[in-house]
């Protein structure tokens, strides 16, 4: 069944507008549940399991959508390897500090291969999807000069 309705574009487009910030707002609550689950009532992974997952495969879903559609998720033309790194370490930094801060982590030892696997990890991740990406914009780029010479 065809849908003949015609909706202006502006109500369209502040509709998604809305959707996009509810969004954003239920993964901010996800994350303080998570945050205080854990950290604060000291609860089993069990019990915020569902919200955990939840929040992950919700991002893993947008990062595909995104390099599913050719969507320069990183714009890899104003990102420069240099700011990346700077990016991952400023991360990295930061995961430290909330882990000392809300596990009550204090040795040493145990902080630094932390950072070292998140940066690690983090700087693996971020270029295999820039590497994806590319690739992606690439081939769009190249259908796009062929369709245009074809016309």
């Keep these: 069944m065809k849908n003949d ?13 809305i959707q996009s910030d509810a969004y954003q707002v239920l993964v ?20 915020f399991a569902v919200e955990f997952f939840c929040l992950i495969g919700s991002g893993i879903y947008m990062t595909i959508r995104h390099l599913t559609a050719g969507i320069d998720i990183w714009s890899p033309k104003e990102k420069s390897s240099k700011s990346l790194l700077i990016s991952i370490l400023t991360s990295g930094v930061i995961s430290v500090i909330l882990l000392a801060f809300l596990s009550g982590e204090d040795n040493i ?22 590497f994806i990406n590319k690739k992606k914009q690439e081939g769009i780029d190249n259908k796009m000069n062929k369709d245009e010479m074809n016309n």
Excluded at 123 to 129: D, G, K, P, R, V
């Design 109 to 130: 030892e145990n902080l630094v291969l932390f950072f070292v696997c998140f940066t690690v990890f983090s700087f693996i991740i971020h270029t295999l999807m820039r």
């Design 28 to 47: 901010c609550i996800l994350v303080i549940s998570i945050i205080v689950q854990q950290f604060f009532l000291n609860a089993p992974f069990s019990q």
């Design 5 to 17: 309705r015609i909706q202006d574009e502006r109500i369209v487009l502040t509709r998604r507008k």
